[in-house]
């Protein structure tokens, strides 16, 4: 390629800015003449994007929050597919947030149909609503997958797809130190840790605190030297704080991102609110247990809709229950106590669990010569030059 290479790119959440900013950390390692434009957050603007605006602006979720901005979202929407069209990129890579890039890749598609669309995170098809996977055949070029066996579910509409691999396998930097923890918090080396990690949203914590906070008492009740160490958001502290007001249990709240990772290592047990958490501490080596509940309503309909066996990655890649899943009516003090307890106490079962850890995140790319970055790197050039994906 004669000229300078030029990258549209779009991620709508904190998650997709720090995937977008390794993707271009991992393209200018191979072609270092390229330019990036598009929306992003404070992680790609670090490898030289100038957001188009702030991403915090596509970061809505739910009716309640997007009615209320819906004339700003489709404003952003008409000006994004405007910039692309104005830029006129190699190619146009969007990550996650398919509420908003989709929109704008059909937009955009509208207007000029020849500019490659790659989007980076293929929806869950494999999940629930199937159908999507046929829906947006009909406008992307080429779809890149955290896990292995999502390519077939696009590749029989006719989009080519490729497994890059999950970005929890490029932190390996980030598999905390134990012994650092427990220095800092003053804590014996033999000293139980029970790791609580109720979820990331105000829905969550309203859900499962309450009973994560019972199952701890009961683990307490067990393990008189237990102590609980919650790693949490920032503006959920005051929250949390208020929670724990005069309930008798004083845990150690973690905000920092290293620190919360120094807290998985350090711990002996977790117990986390589904979610790519199940996967960080995973990396960590740490035996949890994952819970959820949700509404009535929501939990009929997710009923009627999922249609897998599981909903921990790690379960869904070995298509075991390596990870006991503690949901809907089983997301009850008792229960959870139980599976805590007995991990806390069968070093043949924490054993096992890890060893399955190991197992999985070589599936999604762990110990692999090239970075899922490198991969998704690779693979956008392969489409920019005509050739499909480069093989991983």
């Given at each position: 390629m004669t000229e300078a290479l030029r990258i549209f790119m779009i991620a709508g959440e904190a998650s997709g800015d720090i995937l977008g900013g390794n993707f271009m950390r991992a393209m200018k390692q191979i072609n270092p003449d390229v330019s990036f434009y598009g929306v992003g957050g404070r992680k790609m603007q670090a490898e030289g994007l100038v957001s188009l605006f702030p991403m915090e602006d596509l970061s809505v979720m739910g009716i309640a929050e997007v009615l209320p901005r819906l004339f700003k979202i489709l404003s952003r929407i008409r000006m994004t597919a405007n910039e692309i069209i104005k830029v006129n990129p190699h190619a146009v890579v969007t990550i996650d947030s398919p509420d908003f890039c989709f929109r704008v890749v059909k937009k955009l598609k509208a207007k000029n149909s020849k500019i490659p669309c790659i989007h980076y995170v293929a929806p869950s098809v494999w999940a629930w609503r199937p159908g999507r996977a046929e829906t947006i055949s009909h406008f992307l070029d080429h779809i890149l997958t955290l896990l292995p066996f999502e390519p077939p579910y696009f590749e029989k509409h006719g989009l080519k797809a490729t497994f890059v691999g999950h970005p929890i396998v490029e932190r390996l930097e980030s598999r905390g130190d134990g012994d650092r923890f427990r220095r800092k918090y003053g804590l014996k080396p033999d000293q139980p840790i029970l790791c609580m990690l109720p979820g990331s949203r105000m829905s969550e914590l309203s859900r499962l605190l309450d009973k994560f906070c019972e199952t701890a008492d009961i683990v307490l009740r067990n393990r008189h030297n237990a102590v609980i160490v919650i790693p949490t958001?920032?503006?959920?502290?005051?929250?949390?704080?208020?929670?724990?007001?005069?309930?008798?249990?004083n845990p150690i709240l973690i905000f920092n991102e290293e620190e919360k990772?120094?807290?998985?290592?350090?711990?002996?047990?977790?117990i986390a609110a589904s979610g790519t958490v199940s996967l960080e501490l995973a990396m960590?080596?740490?035996?949890?247990?994952?819970?959820?509940?949700l509404s009535p309503?929501?939990?009929?309909?997710a009923k009627q809709l999922v249609k897998t066996p599981y909903v921990n990655l790690i379960n869904i890649l070995l298509k075991r229950?390596?990870?006991?899943?503690?949901?809907l009516e089983q997301c009850e003090p008792g229960p959870m106590s139980r599976e805590l307890l007995r991990l806390m106490g069968d070093r043949e079962a924490r054993g096992a669990q890890l060893m399955d850890f190991r197992e999985a995140l070589l599936k999604i790319g762990l110990g692999d010569l090239e970075t899922p970055s490198q991969k998704a790197?690779?693979?956008?050039?392969?489409v920019i030059e005509g050739k499909g994906a480069v093989a991983p």
């Amino acid at each position: 390629m004669t000229e300078a290479l030029r990258i549209f790119m779009i991620a709508g959440e904190a998650s997709g800015d720090i995937l977008g900013g390794n993707f271009m950390r991992a393209m200018k390692q191979i072609n270092p003449d390229v330019s990036f434009y598009g929306v992003g957050g404070r992680k790609m603007q670090a490898e030289g994007l100038v957001s188009l605006f702030p991403m915090e602006d596509l970061s809505v979720m739910g009716i309640a929050e997007v009615l209320p901005r819906l004339f700003k979202i489709l404003s952003r929407i008409r000006m994004t597919a405007n910039e692309i069209i104005k830029v006129n990129p190699h190619a146009v890579v969007t990550i996650d947030s398919p509420d908003f890039c989709f929109r704008v890749v059909k937009k955009l598609k509208a207007k000029n149909s020849k500019i490659p669309c790659i989007h980076y995170v293929a929806p869950s098809v494999w999940a629930w609503r199937p159908g999507r996977a046929e829906t947006i055949s009909h406008f992307l070029d080429h779809i890149l997958t955290l896990l292995p066996f999502e390519p077939p579910y696009f590749e029989k509409h006719g989009l080519k797809a490729t497994f890059v691999g999950h970005p929890i396998v490029e932190r390996l930097e980030s598999r905390g130190d134990g012994d650092r923890f427990r220095r800092k918090y003053g804590l014996k080396p033999d000293q139980p840790i029970l790791c609580m990690l109720p979820g990331s949203r105000m829905s969550e914590l309203s859900r499962l605190l309450d009973k994560f906070c019972e199952t701890a008492d009961i683990v307490l009740r067990n393990r008189h030297n237990a102590v609980i160490v919650i790693p949490t958001l920032p503006h959920l502290r005051p929250e949390i704080e208020k929670f724990f007001m005069g309930k008798g249990i004083n845990p150690i709240l973690i905000f920092n991102e290293e620190e919360k990772f120094d807290a998985f290592a350090a711990s002996v047990i977790a117990i986390a609110a589904s979610g790519t958490v199940s996967l960080e501490l995973a990396m960590t080596d740490t035996p949890h247990i994952i819970a959820y509940k949700l509404s009535p309503v929501s939990a009929w309909i997710a009923k009627q809709l999922v249609k897998t066996p599981y909903v921990n990655l790690i379960n869904i890649l070995l298509k075991r229950p390596v990870v006991p899943e503690l949901l809907l009516e089983q997301c009850e003090p008792g229960p959870m106590s139980r599976e805590l307890l007995r991990l806390m106490g069968d070093r043949e079962a924490r054993g096992a669990q890890l060893m399955d850890f190991r197992e999985a995140l070589l599936k999604i790319g762990l110990g692999d010569l090239e970075t899922p970055s490198q991969k998704a790197a690779k693979a956008v050039l392969g489409v920019i030059e005509g050739k499909g994906a480069v093989a991983p």
